[in-house]
């Protein structure tokens, strides 16, 4: 660009994270035009989204978050069921979390959230429909998208949020090829996907109890889960999972026509979200839905050249743990403070030319990889675990973590909430929990004696897996099932280990893991002894957090 020009940005794509990208371009004082391929920003496309304590307080710094609070109540009680739509746990840990982080967790529509973007952002002129870009150019000079229109925009850099199928992704691949070949060969193939998911809306006043306003419902079945959160205004949020027959990678991951939709909501409709209520139920009322392939993939290149990728074309999660939309906006923040720190550095516009903008690039991503990659695991996790996936997710679903208790729940999801990075353009006066945004990690004064291996050990994940998988080797391949396959409709021998109580679950098990255990096959007793002490070492990893946070002054529930 012309030197003593303002320094101008390109986001491509009127998404939640581009639009939530506007604002914050807008506080730090840079120049920017959104290019929306839609008609409208406020489209009624798309179900739910749903924002956690550290997206929520971002948006509260941008003056938003009470609009958000209208829209929905507060997530307060979630029931975990069977197949047979009995709940085998119930958790409250969505109201910890809010005491632990001053911010509830928010369920809503994405419609509406788009709405509020839009409505508060000052100058709308900036926001252009209808404007699918077919063409990008970047070099050392700037960067320039076409549209399909045949108009021309020039700016200093291009953020790309949109989507997973994104266009600005594309223009990086194809100046890459020119230098990393090989990069590129692998990056075009390394998105997968091997689940479905069929997302809706219903909205009707149902008798069932259990759909009660801040309810939430997840069922377990083998190879398909179900998720629904009941909101204000007589709606439900649901998402049916199920298991592709296969795992699918780019190009040829599965589309779906309204026909398939339907077939497979048809297919699975005997699917018990309650006791009361099925899947069948929540069809009958829908006023939207769609369904789509989960792809999942963290790029490794993030950058390239003029042009930088956000959320969805850079990092793609499954829904189950609701990190998407959270990780976006957090990207955002990152990415916009980076820039806020580099139009004000000392050397003024000069740190915003060609070569400075590869550095704020380069941090931008650095900066964020092992806290996206955290997410990305999880949310995979999630979804396995949901789906029992295999022999060791059921055990693991319906028996180890149910056994470990709210308490474990609650911990991991502040272990994906703190440390997240607020707007630096705006000063902070969001709403603060009994925890530091920065976290336990924060204090450091806290160290074992001795780093021996079983200390280690205790706080490996990989450890753990280690163990684990070595019980589901034994199980399956030296011995007889230990543990009594479970039935998928009527529970039947079920019951020993489906209690509300933290205690019964667990002692219920023990009770039929001895009987069924007895030391007639030498395998059968060394597979009880690894099994048990995978579980140990899973209630020790909890002990220990749970102990190094008292030693900081933060208070847990065990």
């Known amino acids: 660009m012309a030197p003593g020009k303002p320094f101008k940005a390109i986001i491509i794509g009127g998404s939640v994270s581009g639009m939530t990208m506007a604002h914050m371009l807008e506080r730090a004082g840079i120049d920017y035009i959104v290019l929306e391929r839609g008609s409208e920003v406020t489209f009624n496309g798309g179900a739910s989204i749903g924002l956690q304590p550290h997206g929520l307080r971002i948006m509260d710094q941008m003056g938003m978050y009470e609009d958000i609070l209208k829209t929905t109540t507060p997530m307060a009680l979630a029931c975990h069921r069977l197949p047979n739509g009995k709940a085998f746990a119930r958790s409250e840990f969505t109201l910890e979390i809010e005491e632990r982080h001053g911010y509830p967790i928010l369920f809503f529509e994405r419609a509406e959230m788009l709405e509020i973007l839009y409505k508060h952002l000052p100058d709308k002129s900036k926001i252009l429909c209808s404007k699918k870009v077919v063409d990008i150019q970047s070099n050392s000079e700037g960067a320039v998208a076409t549209t399909a229109d045949g108009t021309s925009y020039s700016a200093d850099m291009i953020i790309g949020a949109d989507g997973v199928h994104s266009t600005t992704r594309q223009a990086m691949w194809k100046i890459m090829e020119k230098t990393e070949p090989n990069l ?55 998402f049916l999972i199920v298991k592709h027959d296969k795992r699918y990678y780019t190009p040829n991951i599965p589309r779906f026509t309204p026909a398939d939709t339907e077939a497979i909501i048809h297919k699975n409709s005997d699917i018990r979200v309650t006791e009361r209520t099925t899947l069948g139920d929540l069809w009958k009322h829908r006023s939207k839905c769609s369904m789509v392939s989960l792809e999942e993939v963290m790029f490794n290149r993030w950058y390239e050249d003029r042009l930088v990728l956000l959320g969805d074309a850079v990092h793609k999660v499954t829904p189950n743990a609701g990190h998407g939309g959270n990780t976006a906006i957090e990207s955002a923040a990152v990415l916009a403070n980076l820039l806020y720190d580099a139009k004000n550095a000392p050397s003024g516009r000069k740190s915003l030319t060609h070569k400075g903008l590869l550095a704020v690039f380069r941090e931008y991503q650095a900066s964020r990889m092992a806290r996206v990659a955290n997410a990305c695991e999880k949310s995979s996790m999630a979804t396995r675990l949901q789906a029992m996936d295999s022999m060791l997710w059921k055990n693991l679903a319906l028996r180890i973590v149910p056994a470990l208790g709210e308490s474990m729940e609650v911990n991991a999801a502040s272990a994906l909430i703190i440390g997240g990075e607020p707007l630096k353009s705006v000063e902070y006066k969001g709403k603060q929990g009994s925890i530091p945004w920065d976290g336990w990690d924060s204090a450091q004064e806290y160290q074992p004696r001795k780093n021996t291996f079983f200390t280690g050990a205790l706080q490996s994940r990989r450890f753990l897996a280690v163990l684990l998988a070595i019980a589901w080797a034994l199980q399956h391949q030296y011995a007889p099932p230990a543990i009594p396959v479970l039935q998928h409709t009527d529970g039947v021998g079920m019951e020993p280990y489906l209690s509300n109580n933290k205690t019964g679950a667990f002692s219920g098990w023990l009770q039929e893991y001895g009987a069924s255990t007895m030391p007639t096959n030498p395998w059968n007793t060394l597979e009880s002894s690894v099994q048990m002490l995978s579980i140990g070492v899973i209630l020790a990893v909890e002990q220990f957090r749970g102990f190094s946070a008292k030693k900081h002054h933060v208070e847990y529930v065990f």
């Open 184 to 238: 590129v060969k692998k990056e075009r193939s390394s998105m997968f996907s091997e689940y479905a998911c069929a997302f809706g809306v219903s909205i009707y006043d149902s008798p069932d109890e259990d759909l009660k306003p801040g309810y939430s419902h997840i069922n377990y079945e083998e190879q398909r889960s179900h998720i629904c959160i009941v909101s204000t205004r007589k709606r439900k949020f649901w």
